[in-house]
């Protein structure tokens, strides 16, 4: 059995909710999961914080129809691959699609705060996620073996 040489080996470090909030903050581009008949689906959506739910724009068929207070996943991450590291924020959330007077208040209040969809389309389906579970893990690097030593990249 290997002894660990915790110089060279990277970490998995779980993250407090708190940080994977934060972590959300950073970014606006994320994936949904969702069901789709007998196989799980994975889509690319543009989001943005509303507070603690993650709203996303849409003209989508499935995720409108999983707007109806279903369960879904939602995730998002950085990584780097030059260091093998990186950070994976996972969200799990029931959805509704927000709409009248509702909707109209969610608008101006995110007006500036940006998520606005990268597709072309009209996205008029304004998605709430609201978070039920939220988890992360960060992969932080050891040190990388030179070119030529044992385990080297060469």
Partial sequence: MAVPDTERDPALVVLHAEE?????ATREFGRIGLAD????????????LDGEAVVI??????ITAAADHTRVAFE?????????????????ALAEEVTGDRRKELVERLRTAGGNPWAPGEHGH????IPKVVTGRRIVPGRLPAPFEPGGYL
Avoid at 20 to 24: A, F, H, N, T, V
């Fill in 126 to 129: 304004w998605i709430r996620l």
């Fill in 57 to 62: 724009r849409t003209d989508s068929a499935k």
């Fill in 37 to 48: 008949g007998p196989f799980p689906v994975i889509l690319p959506v543009n989001y943005v």
């Fill in 20 to 24: 994977c909030r934060r972590l959300l």
């Fill in 76 to 92: 998002v991450d950085d990584v780097d691959q030059h260091t093998r590291s990186g950070w994976s924020v996972l969200v799990q």
